[in-house]
């Protein structure tokens, strides 16, 4: 099939619209409503096309082709239309370009000078809109809109939460929340993106820097294992805002809240900005040199009782760097799941805990099961593939938790369970209720990474694994952090190197927290937040002789226990390459200079690998890492472990930690819009074998500190008993160990 | 045969003369030079000086930090940051302008969307030392205060 466009012959195919064809061969027609990602309302007419034969102007955004059409976008009927829809859109449209945000880069500027003309006819007063605070990552200016239902169509089409909508008719006409609350999605940001003026702004950004003065480098995300490509834009070496950068494969034009406004945290003042030594009792400013010196002196002395913990947030090079330095100082313990207890499955885990399919091929599955995640909350950009799977696959979704949450696609089913009735969930075959799929049908059970954090995680993993196996499903498993894949590959773990290679003389009842260690190494870990078991941590930082942190920001725990402190940049200080969900090394550079003395962490490790007689550079370790990750081949995520014991269930009462997104990492911990926006009402459910009514006040004893909880609501009958309580403060996961008193 | 002539025509002192003509004839009219610092010659109403930072007759600053002057610049001489005042309004906190930088080209005052920037008839200063020649935004708003009536004559006369 044939159209032309402007007189130039173009091919096209069937039900393409005529901006379609437009943007493939680069032929410009100006638009306010369409986007290629949301459906056509063709409610601006900027679009407006000269079409032959056709007696009035058409929409291009609209209109479908048909052979031999011949199409004018800017003969005199075109641009008289174009030129008559842009005063109109003006009328309303305050001209405070001067101060408004989105100068420079707006699309209604852009256009007004391409196709607008200089005056205007409308002589009356302009109408002005009050607006609405929307929460605190969104800053609305609603007399700028121009009604383009961008945002609206975003958040019922793509987020799933509608939350803007458009009330009122005519000059009355207004975007709005329905009720007088701020945007809770996680991908509320991208309405800032959308606003094609400046109605919509990121909070943040706020009149801090004119967009032609940024500068645009790309990276990658760090907070969630999908690995989001993003833009930052800097201006005099200060992050201004950040922005996605389209990848067909990840996060498509989106991005969550954590991604886009996860950055605020890294000028937090917590920041470690000096190499720290104890000396007399007192942490003191030091410089690298003595701090690797005494580093060494320590590793000498008690190398054999030594446990190094690191984050899963970090590069592949600082986990390569970070492994091989310990390991040839005789360190044998090395893990980067903090938040894990039980550890019986990690001999039969995969190399790589991987998605398993691409994220693109989501669309096409029959039965997705989700086990323990929150997709939403927790991974915003797969949630938009599930709701297109549901949208155009009528893919069946169905959801095992141990808690209650909302997801914004369509759930065929919600389990609430407890930890042991999610590990039998699917072995007690008389039951009713199961979930029955057909083996000829495609099935995916995804395991979220708050599943890991359960006492019982082997067994289930094991059940699953049988169960995937049984109905040919593919099993997801999906990291804690940006890296977990990476980390598993690097062979930050006791019992494997790099590749997957095994270690010999590996015990089965290795526990992480339990034995007693002479040096403790933690790697941008808070022990606060990031351990299964605060109170386990603490006590083991109290007992060991010597503590060494690497760390980016101080906390009490470390104030208090550290011996040496490596000051850490952040990951936007930083260059690495992190290994996403889906096996894919991405690299991305350093954004900003580290702030004050603080250091890379692979360019501290590098040094520290160099004084044992190495000649690594940060281009041979990439090397090596692309060779170790090549030479890795996974056939399934299967875990099937034998003899494995089942878990009792009298150990019922159990503190189920729920996981929480918005502070899953240290700088997120510090985002201060993020936490007031999304993390504000967070509960954790606690199953009780009394019966509370919800005026009861719980008192929770944890060793001796206690903790003062009102029950906010009775919410599920599975199990039995379970209160939810909402927990005050910002970072969640203090509470976070089990095997817990209860007084009622 | 020319050499002699001209050492005639030189012991009367000819050339002298000339030159006293000329001076004779400007004798009797009136001088165009002026004695600066006591007379000045006048100023257009477009005179390119010093700069200033005006206010409004509340008292309030016009600037709203657009950074417009910055991007036309062509000298690069404007520097500027702007913040979130508390009022929710667009404020600069950091206004500079080098002086040694700036070419009076006047760019910046076209470029005002609220005339805040203006270039004063003011071009009699100096500077005693070096880093003087960045004028802050204190300095450009204490010249704004001092010259806003003769800013408010000059725009007048330029409209007609």
């Known amino acids: ?744 | 045969m020319n050499k002699i002539i001209k050492f005639i025509k030189s012991l009367f002192f000819l050339e002298i003369l000339k030159g006293l003509k000329i001076t004779g004839r400007k004798l009797s009219k009136k001088p165009i030079t002026i004695q600066y610092p006591e007379e000045k010659t006048p100023l257009s109403s477009r005179f390119r000086g010093l700069h200033a930072l005006r206010k409004y007759p509340n008292g309030e600053e016009r600037c709203i930090g657009c950074k417009l002057c910055e991007a036309v610049c062509p000298a690069l001489a404007i520097s500027m940051d702007t913040e979130v005042r508390s009022d929710n309004t667009r404020r600069t906190t950091k206004y500079e302008i080098d002086l040694f930088k700036c070419i009076y080209c006047g760019f910046c005052e076209e470029a005002c969307p609220v005339d805040a920037i203006v270039e004063t008839s003011i071009f009699e200063y100096h500077f005693e030392r070096r880093k003087d020649s960045v004028m802050n935004k204190i300095d450009l708003l204490k010249i704004g205060d001092m010259y806003e009536k003769e800013e408010l004559k000059d725009r007048e006369k330029n409209k007609s």
């Open chain 1, 1 to 744: 099939m044939h159209i032309y466009i402007n007189d130039t012959k173009l091919d096209v195919n069937e039900n393409e619209t005529i901006i379609q064809v437009a943007d493939r061969n680069d032929i410009h027609i100006p638009r306010f409503c369409y986007h290629k990602r949301l459906s056509i309302v063709a409610s601006c007419r900027m679009c407006l096309v000269d079409i032959e034969n056709v007696k009035y102007p058409q929409p291009a955004c609209s209109t479908i082709v048909k052979e031999g059409m011949r199409i004018n976008t800017n003969n005199r009927t075109a641009e008289a239309a174009q030129k008559n829809t842009m005063e109109f859109l003006l009328i309303n449209h305050p001209l405070d370009c001067p101060v408004c945000d989105q100068a420079g880069e707006c699309e209604l500027q852009d256009v007004s000078l391409e196709h607008g003309d200089y005056k205007s006819t409308y002589k009356e007063l302009k109408r002005t809109v009050i607006d609405k605070n929307i929460g605190e990552l969104v800053h609305t200016e609603m007399t700028r809109c121009i009604h383009c239902s961008r945002c609206v169509r975003f958040g019922e089409e793509v987020a799933g939460i509608k939350e803007l909508g458009m009330t009122g008719r005519g000059e009355e006409t207004k975007i709005e929340t329905f009720i007088n609350e701020g945007l809770s999605s996680q991908l509320s940001g991208n309405v800032i993106d959308l606003c094609p003026v400046g109605a919509l702004n990121n909070s943040l950004y706020k009149y801090s820097a004119r967009t032609w003065d940024l500068k645009q480098m790309p990276s990658i995300s760090s907070n969630d294992c999908l690995g989001s490509n993003i833009f930052y834009h800097t201006y005099k070496d200060d992050i201004k805002r950040c922005v996605p950068k389209e990848d067909e494969e990840i996060n498509l034009s989106w991005l969550s809240d954590n991604d886009r406004f996860g950055y605020e945290g890294i000028k937090s003042e917590d920041r470690i900005l000096h190499p720290l030594i104890r000396r007399n009792e007192n942490l003191e400013k030091t410089d690298f040199n003595s701090l690797t010196e005494k580093f060494s002196e320590y590793l000498e002395k008690y190398s054999s009782g030594s446990c190094a913990i690191m984050s899963a947030q970090s590069s592949c090079e600082e986990m390569f760097l970070f492994q091989d330095f310990l390991r040839n100082k005789n360190v044998k313990k090395i893990d980067h799941r903090s938040k894990e207890c039980d550890f019986r499955y990690q001999k039969n885990y995969p190399t790589i805990p991987s998605f398993d399919i691409k994220l693109i091929d989501i669309p096409s599955l029959d039965n997705i099961i989700i086990v323990g995640a929150n997709i939403s909350k927790e991974f915003p950009i797969l949630s938009i593939y599930f709701r297109d799977a549901h949208k155009n696959n009528s893919t069946n979704i169905f959801s095992l938790s141990t808690y209650e949450f909302e997801e914004n696609f369509p759930l065929e089913k919600s389990e609430i369970l407890n930890s042991q009735e999610l590990e039998n969930y699917f072995t007690n075959s008389n039951k009713e209720s199961d979930i029955h799929l057909e083996k000829s049908k495609k099935n995916l059970i995804l395991i979220g990474p708050a599943v890991s954090y359960l006492c019982n995680y082997s067994n289930i993993l094991n059940n699953f694994s049988e169960y995937a196996k049984s109905i040919n499903a593919n099993l997801a498993l999906l990291g804690d952090q940006a890296n977990t894949s990476g980390a598993w590959a690097m062979g930050i773990l006791p019992h494997r190197l790099p590749g997957g290679v095994s270690i010999d003389g590996q015990e089965d009842s290795y526990e992480l927290l339990s034995d007693k260690d002479d040096l403790l190494i933690i790697y941008n870990l808070e022990p606060e937040y990031d351990f299964s078991d605060d109170n386990r941590i603490m006590d083991k930082l109290k007992e060991s002789k010597v503590n060494i942190f690497f760390s980016s920001y101080m906390t009490e725990s470390i104030k208090k226990y550290a011996d040496i402190v490596f000051p850490l940049s952040t990951q936007v200080e930083s260059s690495g390459s992190y290994l996403n969900t889906n096996k894919k090394l991405q690299h991305y550079n350093k954004i900003i200079n580290p702030l004050g003395e603080s250091r890379e962490g692979a360019d501290i490790l590098l040094s520290l690998c160099n004084t044992m007689g190495n000649d690594y550079t940060y281009n041979s370790i990439r090397e090596k890492i692309r060779k170790i990750l090549a030479e890795i081949n996974i056939s399934n995520n299967y875990v099937r472990i034998k003899n494995l014991k089942k878990t009792n269930s009298s150990d019922s009462l159990e503190k189920m930690i729920i996981r929480n997104p918005n502070s899953s990492n240290p700088t997120l911990r510090r985002c201060n819009s993020i936490i007031k926006t999304h993390d504000n009402d967070d509960y954790f459910s606690l199953p009780l074998d009394k019966s509370v009514s919800s005026n009861n006040k719980i008192i929770f004893n944890e060793k001796n500190n206690q903790f003062k909880l009102t029950i906010k609501q009775k919410v599920h009958s599975k199990p039995v008993n379970a209160v939810l309580v909402k927990i005050g403060g910002t970072h969640k996961q203090k509470i976070g160990a089990y095997s817990t008193e209860v007084d009622l």
